[in-house]
């Protein structure tokens, strides 16, 4: 048993130490290595390009390692032959071997027994199961399918659908339906004992004592005469009926719009229902027979304003923001809307005649000026343009990195300049003669809080005074001419004073209105 011990010792022995030259000639050579900057003799060529072996070696992992994880060695290949082996790898599970050896691959190696080049790119030729489709048919004919055919194979199975996504899907629809047509029925109430005195006149009708001339100078006015109570919730505007203002017309978040006296006892006339939700704004026609209001249900409502009677309705499913009459024509108006646009109908019909639509946003106002040849409108995007009525191309865009938008605008009584209320708390003057539109730096009005409230602007009959509300319930007067601050009637309303209206036929008579609900 001994024996047979020490012979598989001596057959099966392990030597650890590396395999090195035993010449002594070759013993006695000295290594050079690398970092040897200076040699004392002549070397031969075999003894410099000789590889480090043995125990001659400091530290072999830290010269054989150039990263964390070990040795990377630079490879010099082209980006698309990488790419091309890198998806062949992902699709197929084989690529050819990075050695540069055609033959050899790696990766899943049956796959790769029968072809030459482990790539995608490379295999040519068509497959055998490639799908057929059928017949595009006769162009001339109906049955035409043209190269959309379906498959010769592909079974055409309609998909099942679900009963209770139907179910779901057909409520969603019922109730939009009848979102679109929440329109309530219009009607009227008039408030006074009767429509006629008794000389048979109507109270539409301007009383034979008012006057009717301008007033050769204005004053600005000092105290409350009258106050109208009869909306439940804030007024959004006033309009005073053109040519006469023996009437004011009001609209507000209570849904309705009520006209009152304006001369005489200040009585309540008559109230206009037709609207779901809160009136944005209203506008008389230039004879005053009619008047429009538009309402966040989406609705624009065409009136008479005598009778009562509501015309017609109009809309679009946007919600409208703001109206202008023609000065020119009864029949045709503005409106603009929350979808950017600014569409132009016609009252004889219920479709739109125009529409405008360079707005980035929102259109807050129109205005027509240069006697009703052009319109200014503002919008959202911060931006003033002006069009020629009835085309869609604006002839001037005013739009500057320091300006804000502008929910009001207010043209002069001599027709040369247009006032816009200024979100940054300030009332810009644009002029607007002779194809000119620009801003006028010498005419700003500033000292009042508007930042937020669309508070509408007004001048005195003869030009010499602007006034505007403020969002603290203040009414403030500026002189045109030197823009200074002429007088601020504090608390006209406890909220915001967000219109005003002076009086064309008296000298200081102002109408007022704010979100107090008076």
Not at 18 to 31: H, I, Y
Not at 161 to 190: C, G, H, I, R, W
Not at 339 to 360: F, G, N, P, S
């Amino acid at each position: 048993i001994m024996s047979t011990i020490s012979t598989l010792q001596t057959k099966f022995s392990v030597n650890p130490a590396p395999e090195v030259k035993k010449d002594l000639e070759e013993q006695n050579k000295k290594f050079i290595g690398n970092d040897t900057r200076m040699v004392y003799k002549n070397p031969k060529y075999e003894a410099m390009f000789e590889p480090m072996q043995g125990p001659a070696l400091e530290n072999p992992e830290g010269l054989y390692k150039n990263t964390l994880t070990g040795y990377v060695e630079t490879h010099h290949m082209n980006d698309f032959t990488f790419q091309e082996q890198f998806h062949t790898f992902n699709t197929k599970g084989y690529a050819n071997n990075p050695d540069g050896s055609a033959s050899d691959f790696v990766g899943v190696i049956k796959k790769s027994n029968s072809l030459v080049d482990g790539s995608l790119l490379s295999q040519t030729g068509k497959s055998k199961t490639q799908r057929k489709r059928a017949k595009m048919g006769d162009p001339g004919t109906d049955d035409y399918k043209g190269p959309w055919a379906p498959y010769e194979d592909e079974e055409k199975a309609l998909p099942v659908p679900d009963p209770e996504m139907v179910e779901k899907y057909k409520q969603a629809a019922l109730k939009k339906t009848q979102k679109t047509s929440n329109v309530m029925e219009a009607s009227s109430q008039f408030h006074c004992k009767s429509e006629t005195d008794y000389q048979g006149r109507s109270w539409f009708q301007t009383p034979p004592d008012y006057p009717h001339l301008p007033p050769t100078e204005t004053y600005i006015p000092k105290k409350c005469i009258h106050s109208w109570a009869g909306h439940v919730k804030g007024v959004s505007a006033i309009r005073l009926i053109p040519k006469t203002a023996h009437l004011l017309l009001s609209c507000g978040m209570d849904k309705q719009v009520k006209i009152w006296e304006v001369f005489g006892q200040y009585r309540h006339m008559r109230t206009y229902s037709g609207h779901t939700q809160a009136v944005r704004d209203i506008a008389f026609a230039n004879d005053g027979l009619h008047f429009i209001s538009c309402s966040y249900d989406r609705q624009t409502c065409l009136w008479d304003t005598e009778t009562g009677q509501m015309i017609r309705r109009f809309s679009n499913k946007h919600v409208p923001y703001c109206l202008a009459f023609c000065p020119d024509n009864t029949d045709v108006f503005l409106v603009g809307q929350a979808d950017k646009k600014i569409l132009q109908w016609d009252a004889r019909q219920e479709e739109t005649v125009q529409e405008y639509d360079h707005h980035l946003d929102g259109v807050n106002t129109v205005t027509f000026v240069d006697e009703a040849r052009r319109f200014v409108s503002t919008s959202d995007d911060k931006s003033i343009r002006v069009w020629d009525f009835g085309f869609n191309v604006p002839i001037k865009i005013i739009s500057e990195p320091h300006m804000h938008s502008m929910p009001a605008v207010t043209v002069h009584p001599s027709g040369k300049w247009f006032c816009g209320q200024s979100l940054d708390n300030q009332i810009l003057t644009y002029t607007c003669r002779d194809n000119r539109f620009r801003l006028n730096r010498k005419k700003r009005f500033v000292s009042h809080v508007n930042a937020g409230y669309a508070c509408q602007i007004n001048f005195s009959p003869d030009g010499q005074y602007v006034l505007s509300g403020d969002g603290e319930g203040n009414l403030w007067f500026w002189d045109w001419k030197t823009c200074r601050v002429y007088r601020k009637l504090p608390k006209c309303h406890k909220s915001v004073t967000i219109g005003c209206e002076w009086h064309p036929f008296e000298s200081s008579k102002v109408v007022t209105c704010g979100w107090d609900g008076g």
